[in-house]
T-cell receptor, first 112, second 113 residues
Framework: SQTIHQWPATLVQPVGSPLSLECTVEGTSNPNLYWYRQAAGRGLQLLFYSVGIGQISSEVPQNLSASRPQDRQFILSSKKLLLSDSGFYLC???????????FGPGTRLTVL | KQEVTQIPAALSVPEGENLVLNCSFTDSAIYNLQWFRQDPGKGLTSLLLIQSSQREQTSGRLNASLDKSSGRSTLYIAASQPGDSATYLCAVRPADSNYQLIWGAGTKLIIKP
């Protein structure tokens, strides 16, 4: 069966510090991968998606970036965090032909 | 532009009641619609996926319907239990997209013992 992992589960970082969140998927190959952000009381915002290694599409201009160094690894990064980057970050995977999306447990990021 | 709305934003009912959560969308050109559950501070759990050609899907006490022409989907929960308390989100995949989901803001459901 397929599983998706995210770490860390929670993170508190000062403004201006770097960020690296990791997501890995097991039990499937060549998945579509997604990074979402969920701000308090608001819906999900798609940040990045990837259809293959090294292929990243950005939905929202911001100080975040994403990379996919391996087929089942998706990384969300920032060089300098802003207060507005605080939120709940969710990684998801899906199969294009069916496009049901499955989510990881999320990372709670607080920028102080 | 596709928009997804979930009403009500919050709902509180006694245990044992049957209930319906609503999801509406403005553009009927969808590929599928997906219902999710989110517990506080947790990720999303996929509950049901309905393809555009389907009218309903069932899983246990859950039944999701889709009326594409009227832009509506409902999630029916039978014999509600306190463990059903969570936020329920719906998302539609536009027919012209291979990856995008358009999300509702969710309905926060509380089942009172």
């Amino acid at each position: 069966s397929q599983t998706i992992h995210q770490w860390p589960a929670t993170l508190v970082q000062p403004v201006g510090s770097p960020l690296s969140l990791e997501c890995t998927v097991e039990g499937t190959s060549n998945p579509n991968l997604y990074w979402y952000r969920q701000a308090a009381g608001r819906g999900l915002q798609l940040l990045f998606y990837s259809v293959g290694i090294g292929q990243i599409s950005s939905e929202v201009p911001q100080n975040l970036s994403a990379s996919r160094p391996q087929d089942r690894q998706f990384i969300l990064s920032s060089k300098k965090l802003l207060l507005s980057d605080s939120g709940f970050y969710l990684c998801a995977w899906g199969v294009e032909s069916y496009n049901e999306q499955f989510f990881g447990p999320g990372t709670r990021l607080t920028v102080l | 532009k596709q928009e997804v709305t979930q009403i009500p934003a919050a709902l509180s009912v006694p245990e044992g009641e049957n209930l319906v959560l609503n999801c509406s969308f403005t553009d009927s050109a969808i590929y599928n619609l997906q219902w999710f559950r989110q517990d506080p501070g947790k990720g999303l759990t996929s509950l049901l996926l309905i393809q555009s050609s389907q009218r309903e899907q069932t899983s246990g006490r859950l039944n999701a319907s889709l009326d594409k022409s009227s832009g509506r989907s409902t999630l029916y929960i039978a014999a509600s239990q306190p463990g059903d308390s969570a936020t329920y989100l719906c998302a539609v995949r536009p027919a012209d997209s291979n990856y995008q989901l358009i999300w509702g803001a969710g309905t926060k459901l509380i089942i009172k013992p």
